[in-house]
């Protein structure tokens, strides 16, 4: 599907299937929210919270995968978050820009994350991520961001970015969007 399949139906207020939904671990209603989403037919991920640089002042919350920590750590780590729902196809980060750029804390946790069966999508905010390298060399399936659709969240905004994720899904085969839960 084009990427404006992705886009909110006026009509009913649905979602079109083409979208994947990314659930941090945290929350008494996690379960809950992943089920409707895959009963509505949306691939869901995993948001790892990792290390960003301006950690501890920026803090993504409970068993956050620090490069501070051993890899066995980490995985313990990410394992704990994994148990905390069901049903997702794979992981992304969240907040993670200096743990995704050391690809000696990444490794363990791509390790893990491929021997799992699972995809690693990066959310492309940092541009010192080395996650597709490191990716490649584990045999993981990886999708990186090609595209902010809210970065200006306005609805002509939003409308530009998604007309221009079709433009690249045109023009490269595929392309990815990423866009945040906003108030309604």
Not at 48 to 69: H, I, K, R, V, W
Not at 100 to 125: H, W
Not at 162 to 170: D, H, K, Q, T
Request: hydrophobic residues 40%.
């Amino acid at each position: 599907p084009g990427a404006a399949d992705c886009a909110c139906r006026r009509d009913d207020d649905r979602i079109a299937g083409a979208v994947t939904f990314a659930f941090a671990p945290y929350g008494n209603d996690i379960d809950k929210l992943v089920s409707r989403a895959r009963d509505a037919e949306h691939e869901v991920l995993l948001q790892a919270p990792m290390e960003p640089f301006d950690y501890p002042d920026n803090d993504p919350g409970p068993q956050t995968l620090l490069t501070s920590l051993t890899g066995e750590q980490n995985v313990d780590r990410l394992q704990w978050l994994m148990s905390r729902m069901r049903g997702y196809v794979g992981i992304t980060s969240y907040m993670g820009a200096k743990f995704t750029s050391s690809e000696q804390v990444l490794a363990p946790v791509m390790r893990e994350t491929s021997k799992r069966g699972l995809i690693y999508v990066d959310d492309g905010s940092s541009p010192r991520s080395v996650a597709g390298q490191v990716a490649g060399s584990h045999s993981l399936p990886f999708a990186k961001t090609d595209l902010v659709i809210d970065a200006t969240p306005t609805v002509a905004e939003i409308e530009r970015a998604l007309a221009r994720l079709e433009m690249l899904a045109r023009d490269n085969g595929s392309a990815v969007g990423i866009a945040h839960a906003q108030p309604g």
